[in-house]
C-alpha cells in the first residue's frame, strides 16, 4: 500500500532526477589503501610463518593465529573492496580510453585477491601487491600524476607504488 502511494503521489510531483557517479559524490579515490591491505596480508603471511616454524604452539600462540589469519582475510576482502570502488565509480570511459585493459587488470587483482586469502603462501600476496602497485599507476595516470616505486618504511618493507606530488602545491 506504502508503494502504491509513493508511486501516484511521484506521478503528482515530479522532482528532478539527480545523478553522481558514486553514492557520495565526495571525489575522493586514492588506490594506497589496497595497497596497504596487500602490504597486510603479505605481513600476515610472514607472522603465520613465523609460527609455523615451531614445533607445537601454546594457546596463546593458537589464538594468535586465529586473529591472524582473520585479518588476512579481511584486509583481503577490504582490497577488493577498494579496488573494485575505484573501478566502478571512478574510472568512466575517458579514463578506460586512457587505461587500456584496466578491466583486465582489476579481473586479475580479485582473483589474485582470492588466491591470496586462500592460500598462506607469501608468493601470491607478493603477485598481489604487484597487481595493485600497477593498478595505483593506472589511476595516478589517469590523474595526470607521475609516480614512483619506493620501498616501504615498515614491515614487510616491499616496493609500492606513490605518487609524486608537489609540495609547493
Known amino acids: ?35 596497504l591491505s596487500a602490504l597486510t596480508i603479505i605481513r600476515m603471511c610472514d607472522l ?21 589469519v582473520a585479518q588476512k582475510e579481511q584486509h583481503g576482502l577490504e582490497l577488493k573492496q577498494q579496488v573494485t570502488v575505484i573501478w566502478g565509480d571512478y574510472f568512466k ?10 578491466h583486465e587488470l582489476v579481473h586479475s587483482i580479485m582473483l589474485q585477491a582470492s588466491k591470496a ?11 598481489l601487491l604487484e597487481l595493485v602497485n ?15 616505486r619506493a620501498v616501504c618504511p615498515y614491515p614487510p618493507e616491499q616496493v609500492v607504488v606513490y605518487p609524486k606530488l608537489d609540495p609547493a602545491g
Do not use: N
Not at 22 to 30: A, V
Not at 49 to 66: F, N, P, Y
Open 1 to 35: 500500500m506504502l508503494h502504491k502511494l509513493v508511486s501516484q503521489l511521484d506521478r503528482i510531483v515530479t522532482l528532478p532526477t539527480a545523478s553522481a557517479h558514486c553514492d557520495i559524490p565526495c571525489k575522493i579515490y586514492d588506490p594506497i589503501s589496497a595497497q
Open 48 to 68: 603465520i610463518a613465523e609460527l609455523d616454524g615451531k614445533e607445537s604452539l601454546t594457546l596463546a600462540q593458537q589464538a594468535q593465529l586465529g586473529r591472524l
Open 93 to 102: 570511459q575517458p579514463q578506460f580510453d586512457q587505461i587500456a585493459g584496466v
Open 117 to 127: 586469502k586462500q592460500h598462506l603462501d607469501r608468493d601470491y600476496a607478493l603477485e
Open 134 to 148: 600497477q593498478f595505483a599507476e593506472a589511476f595516478w595516470t589517469t590523474k595526470g600524476v607521475a609516480t614512483y
